[in-house]
């Protein structure tokens, strides 16, 4: 639906549209992406000589043609180990750059280009394994590094390309093709190695994959803007979502947290000036504001949201209201250790930048099981470790300088 200046609905074609279409074309992208990275765990069957694997020259086989379709090597387990993993050391090398360049360069170009060269390397694996155990770890590695780069840039492509309300739809539509890849691999792989040889599942999967990647640089582009067969409302519909996402409504939780910062902090030190509260119970006041009030409004954000305003408010206070924290626990280490409080800010801070990174690892997990439902866990799981930690700090928190605080002597201060 998109509202028009009176505020009025106007249907906008959803599942026949071409962002939709987009983001199934990515979904074969990313089946083709994991059928060429998992072929080679099925195919390791039949390449390796099962009955000697460990360095003595390969058994002949009794159909010389058997041997012209399905060579056999033999590699040992030491082998066949590294050469499995070593795709993964491709992607893992790729992943921090291709993130940085997905915001400077065309993700046309990008995806396409991997998708492509990552198709190549499929098809030249056979070969490569000919050469040695030496040319297809590099291979392997190499398709690593393309298929690194167009799982992370193709999430760039949503910036642009999704609507803020469908953003949850056309992304699981588009990384489910990552579980449907397995699926196809151990559907057909036993069966082409049977009939035709485990070279012709490399060279099917690369074949595809070469396919999808010239239809990917004919039907995409980076900009609905410049995208010539896509519909003029649908344009509008995507371009007047984002304009109004990014704008005012992206803002406002800064805004408000902003202007909540600064009322927490002068009224903890109106409390504490008239001797209306301790400090200890300043401190602990602001922060069971801080660390309860997100956690409720969220809840709030999946159970009371019923209409666009609803939601926006809930979001609003959902990422604001924990800037009361700044007149509580963040500046409790002054009150405690003042002669350290740069020490434990420094600790204080690595600590919470861990805490972060597992968060960050933790949704993509629950959210890799279900994009939509999964958003739920989170909200719990964060009201849960936002609980918990007040708890912790009402009973264990103090305000008073410690005693090892004093002790420390009065020189190393300067």
Known sequence: VQMDNQSSPRKVPSVCSFRYGLSLLLHVCNSIIMSQRMCLSLTMVVMVNSSDPHG????????SLDVMKSPVYNWSPKTQGIIFSSIFYGILIIQIPVGYLSEKYSIKKMIG????????????????????????????????????????????IWVKWAPPLERGRLTSLSLSGVLLGPFIVLLVTGFICQSLGWPVVFYIFGACGCGVSLLWFLLFYDDPKTHPCISVSEKNYILSSLNQQNGLLSALPYLFAWSFGILAGHTADFF???????????RKLFSTLGLFLPPFFGLCLIHLSFSFSSTIVFLILTGSTGS??????????????PSYYGFLKGVTNVIGMIGGLISSILCGMILNENPESGWFKIFFLTAGV?????????????????????????????
């Open 386 to 414: 936002n609980v918990t930690s007040l708890l912790f700090c009402l009973i264990f928190g103090k305000a008073e300088i410690q005693d090892w605080d004093k002790d420390r002597p009065e020189q190393t201060r300067l």
């Open 272 to 282: 504490l000036s008239r001797n209306i509260l301790r400090l200890n119970t300043i």
């Open 56 to 63: 003595v020259p390969n058994a002949s086989t009794e159909d």
């Open 113 to 156: 280009s991997a998708l492509f060269l990552s198709s190549l390397f499929s098809l030249i694996l056979p070969m490569a394994a000919e050469g040695g155990e030496a040319w297809i770890i590099a291979c392997r590695a190499a398709q690593g590094v393309s298929q690194g780069s167009a799982l992370i840039a193709q999430h760039a």
């Open 324 to 337: 009361f924290c700044m007149a509580g626990l963040l500046i409790n280490g002054l009150d405690i250790a």
